[in-house]
């Protein structure tokens, strides 16, 4: 058995496997819904192979997040699959071990997974975040808006790009990766949507931008997705009125991060407060804070925070004077959790991260 990295004609092979895993009637092949996993000309994704056949696949995704003025170096994985013949067998996690290796090598920070199963809970992948799931139904009084809401064009392209470049917390594409991802449609394809792409105008000017996944004849969901959205958030929430006043759908699914000014927006609606899609794992807990610290000095985090490992898999933490021996669950959740023990450092953690089941999910 070699493990190795996928190339050239392999990944035909990589998404048979992934159609066969994750696919049935009515669904878009993965290689179509996810380009970016199969891509031949990143040549990222791992594969174990027995001979020249593929018998298991990890998809490895390589993205930048903006915190405020911090930039993160960050992997997600995505599309993982065995062959049946081969499964119970290690290979995953041995390819697994491959891919946080070279999250090291490369200085990356964090490792963002599409799943929970017990793969990545053994392999010290954690549940983060926090994230208000919203059902909309009806709207509220507070969702007019005065402008006009429409499909968007490709006249909008710019001004689109500069509402996504607003954002304090995002994913770092560009105009033409978030094109490709908007296009691609993966995480509405696991519906059996279609993305669509609507904008709230206002004497000639943007003022927000919603991506909806929108149901079909094959859909497995009736209600609409909201994949990204982006602007002033009562253009937002107009264009999420709009959607529903017309009929173009019954009901709106959005999951807002905590930190986003939507939530205030939409405080009008009930909500299910859930973690954050996935589970994480962090490949450098000293190189993360290091990438962090543009954006925990800008919260007035003026003490020295340092992070060390530790020979038995722990980490010391210090900031300032203080001092804790965290797990790495502990780490995950002190950074990016509501539940830890640094109650004077409020206002400096948690820190914000983008939603992960939207747009640029894996």
Same mark, same amino acid.
């Given at each position: 058995?070699?493990?190795?990295?996928?190339?050239?004609?392999?990944?035909?092979?990589?998404?048979?496997?992934?159609?066969?895993?994750?696919?049935?009637?009515?669904?878009?092949?993965?290689?179509?819904?996810?380009?970016?996993?199969?891509?031949?000309?990143?040549?990222?994704?791992?594969? +174990?192979?027995?001979?020249?056949?593929?018998?298991?696949?990890?998809? #490895?995704?390589?993205?930048?997040?903006?915190?405020?003025?911090?930039? #993160?170096?960050?992997? $997600?994985?995505?599309?993982?699959?065995? @062959?049946?013949?081969?499964?119970?067998?290690?290979?995953?996690?041995?390819?697994?071990?491959?891919?946080?290796?070279?999250?090291?090598?490369?200085?990356?920070?964090?490792?963002?997974?599409?799943?929970?199963?017990?793969?990545?809970?053994?392999?010290?992948?954690?549940?983060?975040?926090?994230?208000?799931?919203? $059902?909309?139904?009806?709207?509220?009084?507070?969702? $007019?808006?005065?402008?006009?809401?429409?499909?968007?064009?490709?006249?909008?392209?710019?001004?689109?790009?500069?509402?996504?470049?607003?954002?304090?917390?995002?994913?770092?594409?560009?105009?033409?990766?978030?094109?490709?991802?908007?296009?691609?449609?993966?995480?509405?394809?696991?519906?059996?949507?279609?993305? +669509?792409?609507?904008?709230?105008?206002?004497?000639s000017a943007l003022n927000g931008y919603v991506v909806i996944g929108l149901p079909t004849e094959a859909s497995t969901y009736e209600h609409g997705i909201v994949t990204d959205?982006?602007?002033?958030?009562?253009?937002?929430?107009?264009?999420?009125?709009? #959607?529903?006043?017309?009929?173009?759908?019954?009901?709106?699914?959005?999951?807002?991060?905590?930190?986003?000014?939507?939530?205030?927006?939409? $405080?009008?609606?009930?909500?299910?407060?859930?973690?954050?899609?996935?589970?994480?794992?962090?490949?450098?807990?000293?190189?993360?804070?290091?990438?962090?610290?543009?954006?925990?000095?800008?919260?007035?985090l003026d003490q020295e925070i340092e992070v060390t490992p530790m020979n038995n898999g722990n980490v010391l933490l210090k900031i300032g004077e203080m001092e804790k021996t965290?797990?790495?669950?502990?780490?995950?959740?002190?950074?990016?959790?509501?539940?830890?023990?640094?109650?004077?450092?409020?206002?400096?953690?948690?820190?914000?991260?983008?939603?992960? @089941?939207?747009?640029?999910?894996?």
């Open positions: 058995m070699e493990i190795r990295r996928v190339k050239g004609k392999e990944f035909e092979q990589a998404i048979q496997l992934a159609d066969k895993t994750f696919r049935k009637e009515g669904h878009i092949s993965m290689g179509e819904a996810f380009p970016q996993v199969f891509s031949n000309d990143l040549q990222l994704s791992y594969g +174990a192979f027995d001979g020249e056949k593929l018998v298991s696949f990890i998809g #490895l995704v390589p993205s930048k997040i903006k915190i405020d003025k911090s930039i #993160l170096n960050v992997f $997600s994985i995505g599309a993982v699959c065995t @062959e049946v013949d081969y499964r119970k067998q290690g290979i995953s996690s041995a390819i697994l071990k491959e891919v946080y290796d070279y999250l090291d090598k490369v200085e990356a920070t964090l490792l963002f997974v599409s799943g929970d199963r017990g793969l990545y809970l053994r392999n010290h992948c954690y549940h983060f975040g926090r994230v208000n799931k919203y $059902s909309i139904g009806r709207v509220s009084n507070d969702g $007019s808006y005065s402008g006009v809401i429409r499909i968007a064009d490709n006249t909008d392209v710019f001004k689109l790009d500069k509402l996504r470049q607003g954002k304090e917390v995002r994913f770092g594409n560009n105009v033409w990766e978030w094109a490709m991802l908007l296009k691609a449609g993966g995480y509405a394809s696991i519906f059996k949507m279609k993305q +669509a792409l609507y904008v709230a105008e206002k004497n959205w982006g602007g002033d958030p009562a253009a937002v929430h107009g264009i999420l009125a709009d #959607l529903l006043q017309t009929n173009t759908v019954s009901r709106i699914e959005i999951s807002v991060p905590w930190q986003d000014e939507l939530n205030s927006e939409l $405080s009008g609606y009930e909500k299910e407060i859930k973690k954050n899609g996935g589970t994480v794992y962090i490949a450098n807990p000293a190189r993360l804070i290091e990438q962090l610290r543009p954006y925990l000095h800008g919260k007035g965290l797990s790495n669950g502990e780490l995950v959740e002190l950074l990016f959790g509501f539940e830890n023990d640094f109650k004077n450092l409020n206002g400096v953690f948690p820190v914000p991260l983008p939603g992960m @089941e939207g747009i640029n999910y894996v």
